[in-house]
């Protein structure tokens, strides 16, 4: 790491929290700088290409600055949050910027929405109801810093649900752990996951008994070592069970929104066949298979086999809905699955891929809807399924993730020229 100080007048927001500036020729991407401003920043990094720096001090301040609310923010420190020195009005405006240049650049796609507030983090704190801490050699629990190993140690994470920093983990000593995951559901249920170092035991701390510890055995499986083997999350009146750390949204208002959306743009029907990829524990897939009655199917495919087995006890009672473990593409093949009249997909960062698009434009569905973590893969596959016939009718983005760049989005495809 370097300690090269340059000064920089900082143009555009870029994908990944920065910002971009330009510096004898070369691209300078910047983090805790905002657009418009003057600052002085040190180089972290050099590539023949460009540029990593982080803003150091600010000259010229712009006025959507303000004072970031957590201590552990900023340059060389905690690398959670990309944006605490922006108001949240700002960080909604970048991160728009965000969504509509990568559509304009990967997929020749003008969006002219704006990226939505999720309910339930009104000052863009106290949300996330996952929050993964890495452990030192000597057992103190912290989070990385930006692009390293390097753990900054914290008292509190201010992003954090309450229920999350209720546990205490921060305070506890977990030597022989490699990390620790806090979870703190929406019925309340609160849990610990241990992912112990290689041949290595954590011993636990004293945890309130009510807490349920789990044990990460690596690939996708945990024990339980205390209290019940899931938690239990809320959508409507659905309740889904979720095996340890299986994936579920971390903003607590985040999976009800989505699937509301899901379901606006899916307009399921009565007896028709809709695939559910991707699908996780469930969460689209009740939509679906509610809607879609007994005269209709739902084919959920999923890679982890703990997420399928959640899915069909979830499901239990909607017998039109069914569950394969599997990658998408071979579970597909593996099930001679070549028609559907709707698709849901909800792939991780990576995307779905140019295999994946070209398997899923093969269904000939009437409506695709692709739910995204990431506006850059979602824009180059949305460029793929063009080729492939496919336009995106709608797309809304959420501010799922305050205080990061992260963002989500959901958009619906139909068969068509753009």
């Known amino acids: 790491m370097g ?20 510096h004898e020729g070369r691209v300078v991407f910047v983090r805790h700088a905002l657009p418009g401003e003057r600052v002085l920043a040190e180089v972290t990094e050099e590539t023949a290409r460009f540029l990593r720096a982080d803003a150091v001090e600010v000259l010229d301040a712009s006025p959507d600055r303000v ?38 650049r990967l997929a020749g796609i003008d969006w002219k929405g704006q990226v939505e507030e999720v309910p339930g983090a009104p000052d863009g704190l106290g949300w996330r109801t996952r929050v993964q801490f890495a452990v030192d050699r000597d057992g103190v629990l912290g989070l990385r810093r930006h692009r390293s190993h390097d753990i900054q140690h914290v008292d509190a994470c201010l992003i954090a649900h ?42 636990v701390p004293d945890l309130d008994e009510s807490v349920a510890v789990f044990v990460d055995e690596g690939k996708g499986r945990s024990r339980s070592v205390h209290g019940p083997g899931h938690l239990t999350e809320k959508v409507g009146d659905r309740e889904f069970r979720i095996t340890g750390s299986g994936f579920w949204q971390v903003h607590p208002s985040a999976a009800a ?47 982890e086999t703990v997420a399928v087995r959640d899915a069909e006890r979830n499901l239990r009672d909607l017998p039109q809905a069914r569950f394969v473990r599997g990658y998408v593409e071979s579970a597909l093949d593996r099930h001679r699955i070549e028609k559907a009249d709707l698709v849901v997909v909800d792939p991780p960062r990576a995307g779905l891929g140019r295999e994946v698009v070209d398997r899923v434009a093969g269904l000939e569905a009437s409506r695709i809807v692709y739910v995204s973590c990431d506006p850059a893969t979602l824009a180059r596959d949305l460029a793929w399924f063009a080729e492939r016939g496919y336009r995106l009718a709608e797309l809304r983005a959420f501010d799922a993730f305050p205080m990061t760049h992260h963002v989500e989005s959901v958009a619906l495809l139909v068969p068509g020229e753009a």
């Open 3 to 22: 300690t090269t100080a340059i000064e920089l007048t900082v143009g555009p927001v870029a994908h990944g929290g920065w910002c971009v500036a330009r």
């Open 67 to 104: 004072v970031p609310p957590c201590p552990f923010a900023g340059p060389g420190r905690c690398g959670g949050c990309d944006w605490q020195h922006a108001s949240l009005e700002a960080q909604r405006r970048l991160k728009t910027d965000v969504v509509a240049e990568q559509l304009r």
């Open 162 to 203: 309450p229920e999350v920093e209720n546990v205490g983990a921060e305070v506890m000593n977990w030597r022989g752990a490699s990390s620790v995951e806090v979870i703190a559901s929406s019925t309340g249920d609160q849990a610990v996951v241990v992912a112990p170092k290689p041949r290595r035991t954590v011993a």
């Open 257 to 303: 929104t989505l699937d509301a959306v899901v379901m606006e743009f899916a307009d399921p029907r009565p007896g028709e066949w809709a695939l559910d990829l991707y699908c996780g524990v469930g969460l689209f897939a009740a939509g679906l298979a509610e809607a879609v009655g007994p005269d209709g199917a739902v084919f959920g495919v999923e890679s």
